[in-house]
């Protein structure tokens, strides 16, 4: 479940109205409640949870075709120190727009936010070989410019929504490479972890004290070691110099979690610093049912351990 609506929250994500941003924040009940701030860039975005401008920053953070967003990624690992609240996973369907009238012979440009394009690369190459793309800060964005300039030459690949917005028609619907294309977003914060849900998400990037011969090894084995399951594991170079990476890693738990903790704990002190990024509800169709799985199955085992512990004599 959600956490609760808080009056007078602040969410800033990546705008104008319109973008995938919007769209995967409004699926959220509790942010229904929230003052939305659309702002042109992600750095904004994270400067303005950074700057207590905004409570919540939402953001893409990784794409099922492109994978991570390194703009966010990036600033959240080397640049900024929050946390993040919660992960959102939207299906994402691309849509070439232009201003009425406009075929598909008259595009000889089109506008969108580069990890938008490269998800429609095929599609590109074989409807407008040699077309110029032309980056913007997101889909949004180009669609909006392209009702502005209402240039014949120009299309646009953002969602469905910001063709109304912005008076645009729709020349090809869906024309992503991949039909099961997704986005994860997630919401970050300045402070705070989320309760454990018994259905949770823990990010952290752990940083090599040295380059030798099974480091990475070493520090999958103290996750194996526990049973702790990974969901992602990708390296990121450290800005330091060539071949100085840091491993960014997603898995199953809480902080809250003991076996959790005791991982960290020792991957800390023994194998690699450590940076953590947040423990939080995990997405997913299933996820209240997990939950709700997880919340019986603890209470069984606490009433189990409870009946064990009555029985200890005293000395």
Request: proline share 6%; with cysteine; net charge negative.
């Amino acid at each position: 479940m959600s956490p609760p609506a808080t009056p007078g929250r602040t969410i800033a994500f990546l705008g104008p109205a319109g973008t995938f941003n919007e769209e995967a924040l409004f699926t959220q009940p509790d942010f229904a409640e929230a003052e939305v701030l659309p702002l042109p860039t992600l750095a904004e975005v994270v400067e303005a949870v950074c700057t207590g401008q905004a409570d919540l920053g939402f953001v893409p953070i990784e794409n099922s075709i492109e994978g991570t967003v390194n703009a966010t990624v990036d600033s959240l690992v080397f640049e900024v120190e929050l946390l993040i609240q919660r992960e959102v996973v939207l299906d994402v369907h691309m849509n070439l727009m232009a201003i009425p009238g406009t075929t598909l012979g008259d595009v000889k440009r089109v506008l969108s936010f580069p990890h938008a394009s490269a998800q429609c690369r095929r599609y590109l190459a074989e409807h407008l070989p040699g077309v110029e793309v032309v980056p913007t800060n997101s889909t949004a964005e180009a669609a909006r410019l392209l009702g502005e300039d209402k240039r014949r030459d120009s299309a646009a690949l953002a969602p469905r929504l910001a063709a109304e917005l912005y008076g645009l028609d729709i020349l090809a619907s869906a024309v992503e490479d991949h039909p099961d294309n997704q986005t994860r977003f997630v919401a970050v914060a300045a402070s705070g972890v989320p309760a454990p849900t018994g259905h949770d998400k823990t990010s952290i990037v752990c940083f090599q004290r040295e380059d030798h011969p099974g480091s990475l090894h070493a520090i999958l084995s103290e996750f194996s070691a526990r049973s702790i399951n990974l969901t992602k594991l990708e390296s990121r170079p450290t800005k330091r110099g060539l071949g100085d990476y840091c491993f960014l890693i997603d898995l199953q738990g809480h902080i809250a979690d003991e076996v959790v903790a005791d991982c960290l704990r020792v991957l800390h002190a023994e194998q690699a610093g450590v940076k953590f990024l947040g423990s939080y509800p995990a997405a997913g169709s299933r996820g209240d049912h997990l939950r709700r799985e997880a919340d019986a199955a603890w209470r069984d085992a606490e009433q189990w351990m409870a009946g064990l512990r009555s029985q200890i004599r005293e000395r």
